[in-house]
């Protein structure tokens, strides 16, 4: 736990850094279970990849700016939009658990293709077209929204750890 806290105090811009490849990686692992595996994305899916894009450019916002600046302002945006994309993981989870009875997430893709002039059709197709409330993967029990869930928490704790080592320090 010691060296943890040294690594916070002592390295920030290496953990910001290390926060925004996370946040890379889980977009191309999203990516990869679309367009290879097949999954389609749900509206919340789409949502969560925003925040992730977000919480990236705060932590590569904060790994590029000097560290007491970097931290706040980098590490403060992230972990707001952490937060969100936590809110939004969970509200899925919620929805895969309880689903309603009626789910209305979305048009199919070749469906929005079809029906709508291709100047509405391009904006659906980046909200999704997968239905919320389907589990399509798992992975040790968990779905792509429980998932998503922890890490946006991890990343959350992360965050709020390094801007709490960072308080400490100052004073």
Known sequence: MVEIARILAVRPRSVLTALAAACVAMLAFGLYLQHVVGLE??????????????????????????????????????????????????RQSWLQWYPPEIASCGRDFYGMIETFPLKRAIPMIFRGSGDCTVIDWTFLGLSIANWSFLCFVAFGVVLAALMLTRLRSSR
Do not use: D, E, H, N
Request: hydrophobic content about 55%.
């Open 41 to 90: 994305p749900c509206p919340m899916c789409i949502v969560q990849r925003y925040a992730l894009i977000l919480v990236a450019l705060g932590c590569g916002l904060g790994a590029v700016l000097k560290p007491p600046l970097g931290v706040w302002l980098g590490g403060g945006t992230a972990l707001g939009f952490a937060g969100f994309g936590a809110f939004v993981a969970a």
